[in-house]
């Protein structure tokens, strides 16, 4: 079947839905226009998403809420375990491996790296540490999906291009630098300040 | 003037369209379709998502950079300074005491607040740190506009509580707990796990 390509905004939309599908029971049922007001948004949009990736619901019924998100997780990858290599093991990095919510949705952090010498050989919240010189072989071999790059901003790059000859394809990157990366390289970046930078216009717009 | 009520995800990709054109020189000029591309959405979307906050460009001749961004940042009240009060100060929110991004955009974390005995009365990156059981009185001392919350799930709901009871009117979330606030209080979570969810998607559509 060939379907419309979906932009990058229906993925971050899907995975809206997921976290409010999630926390429904599996047999209750949803209609698009339901899902439309939790997200502030319309039904005709949240069709619109979901008809990108096939027939999901019955028209004038709605969805099950289980099968619906069982089926977005499968269209968004989310049905397998990812592994990832978290670069920079400082403080932030520290956060990233005791943070609960990434094993839950089946992404597991399997290797850390740092240029410190009293973390290297270590292991942190159960993950082994090592050198960025080790970073291609470790990746090849563990079978690494994605990068997580929380170094800081000067190191950053360095972090990005040694992902990327090590075979990595896909970056989140919690630095705040501004990297650059390959056609061929999925890189998302997690902004602090950004998310920060919208809540004024809701104190100033009272 | 009376305008249509902006949705939220207009202010949303006000802070994108600022992104951009903090890249660019004051004196250059951008028009909707450029700015358009950068972010990959519609011209139309953009003169929109402008058209909300005023009249900013010269049909035909686009948008001065400076003064567009100085416009953007005036309507999303980011011409001032906003004073923040963190609440854990563990390695997550060390982290977020350390993040250069938050104080070149304006937004001054003044306070933490840990219930760790070994914490209490230090600075840490300049910071001094209370206990919460002085937040009310320090954040109304201090006239915080902001609060941050950086503690385990558990105590994210406790967090934020004591937080509103302090007068706070606008919480940026950074534990992976789901909390509830007030009709009157503006929250926003910050979910590293939907960030991390939507990169499969691009591995698996490759």
Known sequence: MVREKAPENAALRLS???RYLREMGEEESISSEQLAQLLGTSGVRVRKDLSYFGQFGTPGKGYTVGKLREQISKVMGLDRIW???LVGV???GTALLGYPGFRKSGFHIKVGFDVKPNKIGRKIAGVPIHHPYQMPRIIRE?????GIIA???EAAQEAADLLII????????FSPARITVPFYVK??????ASQL???PYYIVNR
């Open 90 to 92: 400082g403080k932030l």
């Open 142 to 146: 563990q079978k690494i999906h994605i």
């Open 197 to 199: 930078e919208v809540i």
């Open 151 to 153: 170094v800081p901003a």
């Open 16 to 18: 809206l839905y997921l």
């Open 187 to 192: 890189l998302r970046n997690v902004d602090f």
């Open 166 to 173: 090590s075979g990595i394809k896909a970056i989140l990157n």
């Open 83 to 85: 592994t990832i290599a």
